[in-house]
């Protein structure tokens, strides 16, 4: 690892200020990815700004009937609470159906936002990768990308995006609260994450310096009855090989509102927009949510290994729907 | 750096390179040998401790960010010789072999009983909004961020089924 000085930040504000005056300067939130990235030599900082204890850490109700979760809130603390749990389930879950209890711990809101991909050439630093090296190529296209994307890749880098909670939050619509240069703003999930394209080393929208504050969950009451399923090669403890997050409004058998996101699949958590709407007035009937499965699918464009995915999270999309339907 | 760090209650001024996990301060500054170094990438719970009674993976932690952090390991757990009931409950279900992962696998059933006892529930709760209730597949599940090489697991589970009741 190379030498870093750390730093651990005193407010916002300040926090915000190192990092734009020193451009080799990173913030440290649990230091679950960043410290493993660092030992790895795939990130080389020369400095470590730690804002775990400035960062708001508390989950309040918001004025607009929703929840404000501070980004220094640890995972773990996130899937406890009472409000998230009650109001938000498809999101405890999420969280809950990552890493293991000792990492939730440790993970913070905002690091886990903004987790690197799990791709195997991006971690290792004697292979080219153009998310670590731009220009460099990408070997998962003709190698290993079993677990790479269906939806979203670019013919430079077809990584997915590793977190959970973002599927859920993507689903949710959450907001995400940030603190720059020129002051706070807000950026809509999704929205923070961003499609490779031809720069895959920007996995999202902020700028340099940019620190996230906190994340707002907007009011939705039909999300108490909502669901995370996760796929993965073994029974707990690994990353999604497909994933869905859901909420569902449903009336007299009928869809009346629905959010659907999906994980594993794409380089960002894919909200699957296109099912949504072919739900909203549909019979909640597995065949419906087939068919608006398919719809969201079509688009897909496997790679030579990953086309097990679209079959894939088709049955388990139709499968979070049916059960959802039929809660209560 | 100079830190100022508390491990099982005794104050240990030090003076660390940044670079430094918890892990590493603990093996090799303070001679608690007792958390392990199995990956060094946070996936397989060997060198689990506990930071303010929660159990966390030491591998991961920089040691300048634990100043004023109460640490534990697994040489902090037992009430002078009298072992914790977890220690005493691995000894009696014989729930270990070459006893690698067992202190990693003591402090990290030591936290997630304390998770339990708060009510926190896991992915296998039926109803994420209600209490759990710790069976078999509950302590699997909570438990999978610590690996065992030997396949100890089942007298594991047993053990810890038995002190969480
Ligand atoms: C063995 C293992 C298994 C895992 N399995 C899963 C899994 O199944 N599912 C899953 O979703 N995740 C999984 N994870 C990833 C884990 O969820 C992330 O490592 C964690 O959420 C990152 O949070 P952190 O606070 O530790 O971030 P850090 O490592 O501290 O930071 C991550 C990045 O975010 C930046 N950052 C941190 N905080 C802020 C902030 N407030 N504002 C702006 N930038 C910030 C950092 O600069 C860094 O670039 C796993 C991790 C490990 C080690
Ligand atoms: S898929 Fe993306 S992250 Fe993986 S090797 Fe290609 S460019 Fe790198
Ligand atoms: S050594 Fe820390 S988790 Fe393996
Ligand atoms: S007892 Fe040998 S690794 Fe668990």
Redesign the pocket.
Known sequence: MRPFAYERATDVRSAVATLSERPDA???????????LMRLGVVSPEMLVD?TRV?DATIEESAGGGLLIG?GVR?GDLTADPLVRGRYPVLAQAVL????GQ?RN???V???L??RTRCSYFQDTSKPCNKRRPGSGCPAREGDHRNLAILGHSSSCVATH????AVALAALGAVVHVEGRHGPRTVPMPGLHRLPGDEPDRDTVLEPG????AVELPELPFATRSRYRKVRDRAS????VVSVAAALDVADGVVRDCRIALGGVAPVPWRAELAESALRGAAATAAEFGRAADIELAQARPLRDNGFKVPLARNVLVGVLTDLAEAR | MDVQLSVNQDQHPITVDTRETLLDTLREQLDLTGAKKGCD???CGACTVLVDGRRVKSC?ALTVTMDDREITTVEGLADGDTPHPLQAGFIEHDAFQCGYCTPGQLCSSVGMLAEFAAGWPSVVTPDVSAAPHLDEGEIRERMSGNLCRCGAYVNIVAAIGQAGR
């Open positions: 990173v913030y440290l939130g649990g230091g679950t990815n960043l410290v493993d804002v960062v980004a995972n159906s990552g890493a293991s990492i440790m993970a913070t905002g690091g886990n903004l987790q590793p977190s959970d909670m940019d620190l996230i504050t403890f690994a990353f999604a | 990438h946070g996936q991961l």
